[in-house]
Nanobody, 121 residues
């Protein structure tokens, strides 16, 4: 069983910064990628950023240049540094790990519980 616990959300003003963290625990053989997704009220869950085992990153156009994703493989943890926050960034943010639990297993998606980020004056 794999569990993801995320933290760092909150209420901030526009142009301020926030840092999200997400740590995985349980039976983990390997982590192929880690990422962050967000879901605003009435909207679908959208990709924010991902990082692969090899360190390659990918960002949504809406956050490119403002957000930075990073990972710590030794701690099975992914971070999202969010700078220059805008009201449109308001959403529930979910971390995602693509994990193999054994050498013979397929890769499965695991999700955090979600953390609220609200950007408002």
């Amino acid at each position: 069983q794999v569990q993801l616990v995320e933290s760092g959300g909150g209420l901030v003003q526009p142009r301020e910064s926030l840092r999200l963290s997400c740590a995985a625990s349980g039976t983990i053989f390997s982590i192929n990628s880690m990422g962050w997704y967000r879901q605003a009220p009435g909207k679908q869950r959208d990709l924010v950023a991902t990082i692969t085992r090899g360190g390659s990153t990918n960002y949504a156009d809406s956050v490119k240049g403002r957000f930075t994703i990073s990972g710590d493989n030794a701690k099975d943890t992914v971070y999202l540094q969010m700078n220059s926050l805008k009201p449109e960034d308001t959403a529930v943010y979910y971390c995602n790990f693509r994990i193999r639990t054994s050498i013979r297993s397929s890769i499965y998606d695991y999700w955090g519980q979600g953390t609220q980020v609200t950007v408002s004056s």
